[in-house]
DNA sequence: TACCACATTTAAAACGTTTCATAAAGCGCC
DNA sequence: GGCGCTTTATGAAACGTTTTAAATGTGGTA
């Protein structure tokens, strides 16, 4: 019930308080013996120390802040996840926010850990939020960007090359020789979608004779991927593509169950089918999914790298630009 | 650059630096007029208070730590997510560790968040943990523990009771009509495993002439699914189950790929399926699955909730058990 | 006019650390 | 034996709040 602090511990070792700090900071200035004593001491009294107050008189507390759009999303999922674990690695608490999307919330949660006096702040931003970043900046809280073409390249950031991904996924199903490739997805303002597309385009451009379709969905969903899946079936066995890159594996699950559901099509002898985020279901659905997969732990773990690296280094730090490639998994759906 | 400090704020507003505080903290003892120069004066200077020296001072601070046994089960990023929201909701921000089922990481973690001295713990616990959070109890700082069936009584939890949960799907499934049905899950010594089996059998008992059948898997997978399927659809149709309970979404979906594709088995009409968790793959399978779900984002804001009713409670506060019982999402799969 | 009650404001102490300047002690060397 | 040097330990100040007791001002009442 009774708080320990240094004073106690202090006491019962019969040395100045100073001196246990010195211990916890700086051992090599005290003798073994005192160390030892004061250790003790420590353990005997379960001391532990006081963040609160250790940051006050240091000015820097231990802890770091991520803002994520939705944590129910996976990717975010394994994004914290990353950061977490490499946060915990350096002693570090990580505050965890969702902003569900909203920016009311988003700046809810940038002034709660500004009040937490954060090491920093992780964020996937979701409207304009340079200024009040700029505004922590000034305050001494620096700031990595998660997931975002940056226009703005003075804060740092981490992120996954989507036309990388894009161009990985239809050299892929051009190597194992189709040439009438369809890309589902939509809607375009979605920059990853858009991004993705702009790589398959560039994919089939270098090889004379491919061609690419788009077919447009309204939303990354399984249902609608089961919709066009549909419309694909119906169509005569001569005008439909013989692969299919999905922007995400939802659509490509709902493509999938639509192909082989309706038994006209066999995937991937007559459709081979490419997804993207390599979702825990992909590997396990009817038919193993082909999918391009971002390394979300990474990221996260890259961007409390990158924090703690502008956090400790002098005032005119550069920021950096991180970005990752994704990476190709291959499985049934597009097994030669 | 410079940390504005409520000194800086009473300089500009022309007033001693207590009355800043009572202006923060109760504003009904300082007048109106004053009350506006000082607010004036933080906004203009753009002033957030430091939680770390009100902490220290107040001797209690504003954030909540949640160890999670694996924030990449959707079970608990619901839980999380649900915290989270509430914790914001009241002003806190919510510390997350993941012990990723490890004892040690778990410890370390408690350590992290009594250095930040946290109001208290939200906890799904690895391993024996009551005597650490006893400790951390006699220190002021309480726990709730989630998720898990409690022998020691003395601290707050939240869970969901699974037995309920095994009643409630093989009551619907003797509701629909089918009489011959079969569990598939294991090991049964993860105890949601066995509850959920119990559940189920005390459903049967109650109905005369209906049967159990216990098909026991390796792992709650979507393989030991498929590997049940199969055996399933090589039986002859007489002594095939005609309901299949399975105890979790995974095993279900597992089931439901290899009884559709195989196409001897047709789902509900032959056999009936329900799966539990409600995953948001349950929704979009080939045939949408019934399934059992569990509450978790209330959970997580119930666990919040009993964490600051118990922080609030004067010393001899009473724990609280809160069980939540699942709830029946009735989809094709057993659609009469 | 003198006094009191009340509302408002102030000044100072306290929270538990770290840090810094300084003191004490031990030691080798001339 | 005194001197400087290094190692080790100390005490006090400081971080930015909240809180408490005391001070100040205002108006009403006797």
């Given amino acids: ?47 532990v120390r006081n963040d609160a107050a250790r940051q006050l008189r240091a000015g820097r507390s231990r802890s770091i802040g991520l803002v994520v759009l939705d ?14 674990d490499r946060a915990a690695e350096a002693g570090f608490a990580l ?13 809810r949660h940038l002034e709660l850990f500004e009040e937490q006096r954060v090491r920093g702040m992780l964020i996937s931003p ?53 040439r009438r490739i369809a890309f589902v997805g939509g809607p375009t303002r979605i920059h990853q979608v858009s991004d993705r597309l702009e790589g398959a385009s560039r994919a089939i451009s270098a090889v004379t004779g491919a061609t690419l379709e788009v077919l447009s969905t309204e939303a990354l969903t399984v249902l609608e991927g089961r919709r066009i899946g549909a419309a694909l079936v119906d169509r005569p066995p001569a005008v439909r593509p013989d692969a299919v890159f999905a922007a995400n594996d939802l659509l490509a699950t709902g493509l999938l169950q639509a192909l082989t559901m309706l038994n006209g099509v066999r995937v991937p002898d007559d459709i081979a089918l490419v997804g993207y985020d390599d979702i825990a279901f992909a590997s396990t659905a009817v038919v193993a999914l082909t999918s391009i997969r971002q390394p979300s732990a990474l990221l996260g773990r890259t961007a409390v790298e990158l924090l703690l690296a502008e956090s400790e280094a002098a005032e005119g730090h550069e920021p950096r630009q991180v970005v990752f490639t994704p990476e190709l998994v291959v499985r049934e759906s597009t097994a030669p």
Avoid: C, W, Y
Wanted: no cysteine; glycine share 10%.
């Fill in 126 to 178: 979701v409207g304009e939020i340079e200024p009040q970043l700029a505004r922590l900046r000034s305050r001494g809280i620096p700031s990595v960007l998660v997931d975002r073409s940056i226009a703005d390249q003075s804060f740092s950031s981490v992120s996954v090359d989507d036309v990388a991904g894009g161009m990985l996924a239809v050299n892929h199903l051009l190597d194992v020789g189709r």
């Fill in 95 to 107: 505050l965890l926010g969702n902003s569900h999307g909203t920016a009311a919330r988003e700046t």
């Fill in 1 to 47: 019930m009774a708080a320990v602090s240094v004073r106690d511990v202090a006491a019962l070792a019969g040395v100045s308080l100073g001196t246990v700090s010195n211990v916890l900071n700086t051992p090599d200035r005290v003798s073994p013996a005192t160390q030892k004593r004061v250790l003790d001491a420590i353990e005997k009294l379960g001391f």
């Fill in 71 to 84: 944590i129910g999303n996976p990717f975010f999922t394994d994004l914290a996840e990353g950061a977490e």
